[in-house]
């Protein structure tokens, strides 16, 4: 199929004003295909050709202006339209679409659990022409009239107030302007919970067999809904555009959310039937802010074309971590995202994909380049760079400029040259220079500090490799009196990066501090090193750090060092081993550990020494078991419950769990840890295939499915690693979900001999795969059937020659790019 270019983009919105399309679906025609009726009036402004796309299982007719078109002529799901003359036009199109199992245009999904089928789209970035014919590109925004028809058990939810006529019909309110990829359409056999809120209808949606844990949360989800839509009214002038705000959760999706005006989609994990901590409450809490503010960031005001992706990205991800700390009652998320999220960017920006917040159009030349560009670039690098706008502008200032922006541009669209001069209408600071250093440029600059005694005083001297400016938060700490390993703030104070030579720099009172900590507060991007002096004393103190950020700033640093090659990995889990018992904070906690299991036990040491690096990951875990057998920390303790059932090499402990049902002191096994406990045992070749099915049999539900998938493959048997391959690449069977499980399974740290075959066989068979189901699956097939635990020299020549094919589809070269650089930094640090 062909790919929208920039250039046809731009040609097309010339000549086209598009006022309105009039969508018709039936969804009662069976399991494979609905029906689909489009007719869209718009005007041509001069003489001259175009086209309209439709990707369809059969069309049947379109018609121009009343005259009947060739239906023959359709070819790469475009439909040419030539000939226009000037002036009005409707074009009606009718054909029947085929259903998704990949999770875009009208994914279908049918609930293990009871049988109960559910439809939905997700028509981001390009899959309108999915469901139905559209003029598709960002900036040919109109109105919508939706009518579905649908089985008449069923609930249709729009972008708009949606309206029964009896026998299953259902009209959606008519929506004001907006682009092709946020129209939504929701059916099935909803649970709802429904309530008002400033005068508008507000609802939570999910399958039937979820109702018992959305009822559960559906307090909590209402109150951050609410609490987030009163504090963006406090913050934007322009009130919030749509008519009502649903929000559904929906199975089978690809990404965290999709901001649909007036009908937000999550991922249904976010209605949790398991125990959870309080920092993943926090992240679906953040989930919820983000969409909501992308009704101002992407849904009033939308991108002219995709090089401007970080206008509703990095926006909505900035805004959705600064208002729940606001509005709610978790109070510091920008630890978890300084943890967690940052390093999704810092990871991105080091790899040779890297781009810069805002590229230039010409790097983002069609809508197949632009699908690239959802990374943690356009996200966590965004935000961290607009957080550190707001510490340089000021919030009153930024708030002014995003304003403005939003009143001069509402139900239109924008560029990044409109938001830098509505910024800097409400500034007298050189705006422009900061977004040329900041969103134009890639990498990340290090700051390292050079404290010096000075007297009966000292200085400090803050070396940057980079380029960008930097005002960032410098914290002083020494070692307590009492106490020699605890650290103790001794005064935070702010600097400019670029600042005085080491000659003109300042002098503070006192002795040089035991430790200089640069970017305390973690207001800035950037890799933070630390003298030798305050690394021997943070390595001795980090625990007693009085700020989680703080805490975050010195694992980051250790992070990056550990990455970069100059700190052994062993002794990260050697200060992960003597702090994380005594650290309070949950983020902080989840995010070392996750880094400790998931890159340096798994990717970072050699099969050798695995064993001893596990040994001490479950011995860093039973302590922070015995310090939580009281109960006040459930989060801390669960935490440490799923670490050591990863890290498990041996069977019997976790076995126990398994057959009683419970970790002794709490918690009860619920579906999540069952299924963790089964998939450790499969991989370590201490269960069957009858004891899956037995607990299959237990939990039916469709994460049951996935989990008992995940088992399957981990089996270190010959045929359970030919069956699993073959589910993945030899049908196209799985669904989204089903094949991610299945490779999450089949990938086994300790299973890399009897897995060798396959990493080679994955540098034909993925990019076939991709080829065939396109770019969601393409993604899936790189990101997770990838052999990331064949760490060879052989494993990445392979990777390399099939990087230099030309058939490669850009989702999967994408997902090569950065598996084989995550490799090659392995292979680094491995020293092999």
């Given at each position: 199929?062909?790919?929208?270019?920039?250039?046809?983009?731009?040609?097309?919105?010339?000549?086209?004003?598009?006022?309105?399309?009039?969508?018709?679906?039936?969804?009662?025609?069976?399991?494979?295909?609905?029906?689909?009726?489009?007719?869209?009036?718009?005007?041509?402004?001069?003489?001259?050709?175009?086209?309209?796309?439709?990707?369809?299982?059969?069309?049947?007719?379109?018609?121009?202006?009343?005259?009947?078109?060739?239906?023959?002529?359709?070819?790469?799901?475009?439909?040419?339209?030539?000939?226009?003359?000037?002036?009005?036009?409707?074009?009606?199109?009718?054909?029947?679409?085929?259903?998704?199992?990949?999770?875009?245009?009208?994914?279908?999904?049918?609930?293990?659990?009871?049988?109960?089928?559910?439809?939905?789209?997700?028509?981001?970035?390009?899959?309108?022409?999915?469901?139905?014919?559209?003029?598709?590109?960002?900036?040919?925004?109109?109105?919508?009239?939706?009518?579905?028809?649908?089985?008449?058990?069923?609930?249709?939810?729009?972008?708009?107030?949606?309206?029964?006529?009896?026998?299953?019909?259902?009209?959606?309110?008519?929506?004001?302007?907006?682009?092709?990829?946020?129209?939504?359409?929701?059916?099935?056999?909803?649970?709802?919970?429904?309530?008002?809120?400033?005068?508008?209808?507000?609802?939570?949606?999910?399958?039937?067999?979820?109702?018992?844990?959305?009822?559960?949360?559906?307090?909590?989800?209402?109150?951050?809904?609410?609490?987030?839509?009163?504090?963006?009214?406090?913050?934007?002038?322009?009130?919030?555009?749509?008519?009502?705000?649903?929000?559904?959760?929906?199975?089978?999706?690809?990404?965290?959310?999709?901001?649909?005006?007036?009908?937000?989609?999550?991922?249904?994990?976010?209605?949790?039937?398991?125990?959870?901590?309080?920092?993943?409450?926090?992240?679906?809490?953040?989930?919820?802010?983000?969409?909501?503010?992308?009704?101002?960031?992407?849904?009033?005001?939308?991108?002219?074309?995709?090089?401007?992706?970080?206008?509703?990205?990095?926006?909505?991800?900035?805004?959705?971590?600064?208002?729940?700390?606001?509005?709610?009652?978790?109070?510091?998320?920008?630890?978890?995202?300084?943890?967690?999220?940052?390093?999704?960017?810092?990871?991105?920006?080091?790899?040779?994909?890297?781009?810069?917040?805002?590229?230039?159009?010409?790097?983002?030349?069609?809508?197949?380049?632009?699908?690239?560009?959802?990374?943690?670039?356009?996200?966590?690098?965004?935000?961290?760079?607009?957080?550190?706008?707001?510490?340089?502008?000021?919030?009153?200032?930024?708030?002014?400029?995003?304003?403005?922006?939003?009143?001069?541009?509402?139900?239109?669209?924008?560029?990044?040259?409109?938001?830098?001069?509505?910024?800097?209408?409400?500034?007298?600071?050189?705006?422009?220079?900061?977004?040329?250093?900041?969103?134009?440029?890639?990498?990340?600059?290090?700051?390292?500090?050079?404290?010096?005694?000075?007297?009966?005083?000292?200085?400090?001297?803050?070396?940057?490799?980079?380029?960008?400016?930097?005002?960032?938060?410098?914290?002083?700490?020494?070692?307590?009196?009492?106490?020699?390993?605890?650290?103790?703030?001794?005064?935070?104070?702010?600097?400019?990066?670029?600042?005085?030579?080491?000659?003109?720099?300042?002098?503070?009172?006192?002795?040089?501090?035991?430790?200089?900590?640069?970017?305390?507060?973690?207001?800035?991007?950037?890799?933070?090193?630390?003298?030798?002096?305050?690394?021997?004393?943070?390595?001795?103190?980090?625990?007693?750090?009085?700020?989680?950020?703080?805490?975050?700033?010195?694992?980051?640093?250790?992070?990056?060092?550990?990455?970069?090659?100059?700190?052994?990995?062993?002794?990260?889990?050697?200060?992960?081993?003597?702090?994380?018992?005594?650290?309070?904070?949950?983020?902080?906690?989840?995010?070392?550990?996750?880094?400790?299991?998931?890159?340096?036990?798994?990717?970072?040491?050699?099969?050798?020494?695995?064993?001893?690096?596990?040994?001490?990951?479950?011995?860093l875990c039973r302590d922070i078991l015995r310090r939580t057998e009281d109960g006040n920390a459930p989060g801390l303790r669960l935490t440490a419950v799923r670490h050591f059932i990863a890290a498990a090499t041996q069977p019997d402990g976790i076995r126990d769990w398994f057959d009683g049902g419970s970790v002794p002191g709490g918690p009860d096994l619920d579906p999540e840890l069952r299924w963790s406990i089964l998939g450790r045992l499969a991989a370590l070749g201490e269960t069957d295939e009858a004891a899956i099915a037995a607990e299959l049999a237990r939990d039916t539900s469709a994460t049951g499915q996935e989990g008992a998938a995940r088992c399957r493959a981990a089996l270190p048997t010959p045929d359970a690693k030919a069956a699993a391959w073959s589910a993945l690449f030899d049908t196209d069977?799985?669904?989204?979900?089903?094949?991610?499980?299945?490779?999450?399974?089949?990938?086994?740290?300790?299973?890399?001999?009897?897995?060798?075959?396959?990493?080679?066989?994955?540098?034909?068979?993925?990019?076939?795969?991709?080829?065939?189901?396109?770019?969601?699956?393409?993604?899936?097939?790189?990101?997770?059937?990838?052999?990331?635990?064949?760490?060879?020299?052989?494993?990445?020549?392979?990777?390399?020659?099939?990087?230099?094919?030309?058939?490669?589809?850009?989702?999967?070269?994408?997902?090569?790019?950065?598996?084989?650089?995550?490799?090659?930094?392995?292979?680094?640090?491995?020293?092999?």
């Amino acid at each position: 199929m062909s790919v929208l270019t920039r250039d046809e983009a731009q040609t097309r919105a010339a000549l086209l004003d598009v006022h309105g399309y009039t969508v018709d679906l039936d969804l009662t025609r069976g399991e494979e295909t609905f029906a689909s009726r489009t007719a869209i009036s718009f005007t041509a402004r001069a003489a001259g050709d175009t086209f309209v796309e439709l990707k369809p299982a059969a069309l049947h007719s379109a018609t121009l202006d009343g005259e009947p078109l060739d239906v023959a002529r359709l070819t790469d799901g475009r439909l040419p339209l030539t000939g226009l003359t000037a002036g009005e036009h409707r074009l009606t199109v009718e054909a029947d679409m085929r259903y998704s199992r990949t999770g875009e245009g009208m994914h279908r999904f049918t609930d293990p659990s009871d049988g109960e089928t559910y439809v939905y789209t997700q028509l981001f970035l390009d899959d309108v022409q999915r469901v139905f014919a559209a003029f598709d590109q960002p900036d040919l925004k109109s109105v919508f009239d939706l009518s579905v028809t649908a089985p008449q058990e069923w609930t249709v939810l729009g972008n708009g107030v949606a309206t029964p006529h009896g026998d299953g019909r259902w009209t959606i309110a008519r929506t004001p302007r907006i682009s092709t990829y946020l129209v939504a359409v929701a059916a099935g056999p909803w649970h709802s919970v429904t309530t008002e809120h400033a005068g508008l209808p507000f609802g939570l949606h999910c399958r039937r067999s979820l109702a018992p844990h959305l009822e559960a949360d559906a307090d909590e989800l209402l109150d951050i809904t609410r609490a987030c839509y009163d504090r963006y009214h406090e913050k934007f002038d322009e009130p919030y555009p749509f008519d009502s705000y649903d929000q559904a959760f929906v199975p089978e999706f690809n990404a965290g959310a999709m901001e649909n005006p007036g009908l937000v989609t999550f991922r249904d994990e976010y209605v949790f039937r398991s125990a959870v901590t309080d920092t993943q409450r926090q992240t679906r809490a953040v989930t919820i802010a983000h969409e909501m503010a992308h009704m101002w960031f992407g849904d009033l005001v939308t991108l002219q074309w995709w090089d401007d992706i970080w206008l509703n990205e990095s926006f909505a991800e900035y805004m959705g971590y600064q208002t729940v700390a606001e509005a709610t009652r978790f109070a510091d998320p920008w630890t978890d995202f300084g943890i967690a999220r940052k390093a999704w960017g810092y990871d991105a920006d080091q790899r040779p994909s890297t781009h810069p917040v805002a590229p230039d159009p010409e790097a983002v030349p069609d809508t197949a380049s632009a699908l690239l560009n959802f990374d943690g670039i356009s996200y966590a690098k965004g935000a961290s760079a607009l957080r550190q706008l707001v510490t340089w502008l000021g919030e009153k200032d930024f708030l002014a400029g995003i304003n403005a922006h939003f009143t001069r541009h509402r139900f239109g669209n924008a560029t990044l040259a409109d938001f830098i001069d509505n910024l800097a209408s409400a500034t007298d600071r050189d705006v422009h220079a900061w977004a040329d250093a900041w969103l134009r440029t890639t990498g990340i600059d290090t700051l390292t500090p050079e404290p010096v005694t000075e007297g009966s005083g000292w200085r400090l001297t803050v070396h940057r490799d980079g380029s960008r400016p930097h005002r960032i938060t410098v914290g002083a700490y020494d070692h307590d009196l009492v106490e020699p390993t605890r650290l103790v703030p001794r005064e935070d104070f702010e600097i400019d990066v670029p600042g005085p030579s080491s000659d003109d720099a300042p002098t503070h009172p006192g002795r040089r501090p035991d430790l200089v900590l640069l970017n305390d507060h973690d207001l800035s991007y950037a890799k933070v090193r630390l003298d030798a002096a305050s690394w021997t004393a943070a390595l001795a103190g980090l625990s007693s750090l009085p700020r989680p950020l703080s805490r975050t700033v010195v694992w980051n640093a250790a992070r990056d060092m550990v990455r970069d090659g100059v700190l052994a990995p062993a002794a990260y889990l050697d200060a992960a081993r003597a702090h994380l018992p005594h650290e309070s904070d949950l983020a902080v906690v989840q995010g070392v550990l996750a880094f400790a299991t998931t890159q340096i036990t798994d990717r970072y040491l050699a099969d050798d020494d695995r064993p001893a690096a596990l040994a001490l990951v479950t011995d860093l875990c039973r302590d922070i078991l015995r310090r939580t057998e009281d109960g006040n920390a459930p989060g801390l303790r669960l935490t440490a419950v799923r670490h050591f059932i990863a890290a498990a090499t041996q069977p019997d402990g976790i076995r126990d769990w398994f057959d009683g049902g419970s970790v002794p002191g709490g918690p009860d096994l619920d579906p999540e840890l069952r299924w963790s406990i089964l998939g450790r045992l499969a991989a370590l070749g201490e269960t069957d295939e009858a004891a899956i099915a037995a607990e299959l049999a237990r939990d039916t539900s469709a994460t049951g499915q996935e989990g008992a998938a995940r088992c399957r493959a981990a089996l270190p048997t010959p045929d359970a690693k030919a069956a699993a391959w073959s589910a993945l690449f030899d049908t196209d069977d799985l669904s989204n979900y089903l094949f991610t499980a299945t490779a999450q399974g089949f990938w086994q740290p300790g299973q890399t001999d009897l897995t060798a075959p396959y990493a080679t066989r994955f540098f034909t068979d993925a990019p076939a795969l991709a080829t065939r189901r396109g770019p969601a699956l393409a993604v899936a097939a790189g990101r997770h059937a990838f052999p990331r635990f064949a760490a060879t020299p052989e494993t990445l020549r392979l990777g390399e020659k099939t990087l230099a094919e030309d058939a490669l589809t850009p989702a999967l070269r994408r997902q090569l790019t950065d598996q084989l650089d995550d490799l090659r930094r392995a292979l680094v640090i491995r020293g092999a």
